[in-house]
């Protein structure tokens, strides 16, 4: 089954506007951190927010933030007033525990997001 | 401060050569590092990791076969390679304990032809 779940392949979005990207997980583990990273083009993967399985509030990077709803298993990023420089990949990702033997990001497919101008 | 290296960039390699793709990293001891794949407009796949010298993890059984020599080194090789193995490698590194802190290489867009 799938740890991690984007369901968005592609996204058109006009500039200036929100944007919500989807994100639904899958563990039984307690603890867990979830992760959003940005690849543009040149391929490099940008981390842009985390999320802790025990963090009380949604975090938020500046534009960025991530609506944690964990009983439904869901990390949606927003991504206020967007701009062009936004268009690119976007990557879900999960850590699963804290075994420090077998820690690892488990990431979705990914969606890609276009701003138009 | 803390960096990772990764290369070449790019690589075209003929079907049945062996790969070799390095990744280094600098300022910090003893991570966990991973190797990634990730196919034409695909998701990341993990395909190695290591928590220590000498220790490799596999997750996915393939062409490819991975080694860490020394704490800060880890490569990724393949005796022969195959066309399936063409894609985007990427290496990653990360501090025991920290919550987060995943940092990745530039990556190597590998073609195998």
């Known amino acids: 089954a799938q740890k991690i779940t984007q369901t968005q392949p592609g996204m058109f979005v006009q500039e200036k506007e929100a944007v919500t990207l989807d994100c639904t997980y899958d563990?039984?583990?307690?603890?867990?951190?979830l992760f959003w990273y940005k690849q543009p083009s040149s391929g490099e993967m940008i981390f842009l927010i985390y999320q802790g399985s025990y963090d009380q509030q949604n975090a938020t990077e500046g534009r960025y933030s991530l609506n944690f709803q964990k009983a439904r298993k869901s990390a949606n990023l927003v991504i206020s007033a967007s701009q062009l420089g936004d268009s690119a990949m976007y990557f879900c990702?999960?850590?699963?525990?804290?075994?420090?033997?077998?820690?690892?990001?488990?990431f979705g497919t990914g969606t890609r997001l276009t701003i138009i101008p | 401060s803390q960096t990772i290296h990764q290369w070449p960039a790019t690589l075209v390699q003929p079907v049945g050569s062996p790969l070799s793709l390095e990744c280094t990293v600098e300022g910090t001891s003893n991570p966990n590092l991973y190797w990634y794949r990730q196919a034409a407009g695909r998701g990341l796949q993990l395909l190695f990791y290591?928590?220590?010298?000498?220790?490799i993890s596999s997750e996915v059984p393939q062409n490819l076969s991975a080694s860490r020599p020394q704490d800060r080194q880890f490569i990724l090789s393949s005796k022969k390679l195959l066309l399936s193995d063409s894609g985007f490698y990427l290496c990653?590194?990360?501090?025991?304990?920290?919550?987060?802190?995943?940092?990745f290489g530039s990556g190597t867009r590998l073609t195998v032809v």
């Open positions: 290591s928590v220590g010298i000498g220790q």
């Open positions: 563990t039984s583990d307690p603890s867990y951190g």
């Open positions: 990653a590194w990360k501090i025991l304990g920290q919550l987060y802190g995943y940092t």
């Open positions: 990702a999960m850590r699963e525990g804290w075994d420090f033997g077998n820690e690892k990001l488990t």
